[in-house]
């Protein structure tokens, strides 16, 4: 697609401040990246701690 990936896009879907928007061919590549299945990366995101909501 020629778009590139900057850090900062990268920071803000690690720190939930965004979604990524992926082609379907943009997210093959970022599975091929991590190397894992499409159904392992949701189930991760799942298991994540919610970041808005802090612990007392």
Same mark, same amino acid.
């Given at each position: 697609? =020629?778009? @590139? ?5 990268? #920071?803000?879907? &690690?720190? =939930? ?11 093959? &590549? *970022? ?11 949701? *189930? ?6 919610? @970041? #808005?909501? @802090?612990?007392?």
């Amino acid at each position: 697609s =020629g778009r @590139k990936l900057s850090r900062q896009a990268v #920071s803000a879907w &690690v720190r =939930g401040h965004a979604n990524p928007r992926l082609s379907p061919a943009e997210m093959l &590549v *970022i599975l091929e990246i991590l190397e894992c299945t499409l159904t392992e990366l949701a *189930i991760a995101f799942q298991e994540s701690p919610d @970041k #808005s909501q @802090k612990s007392e």
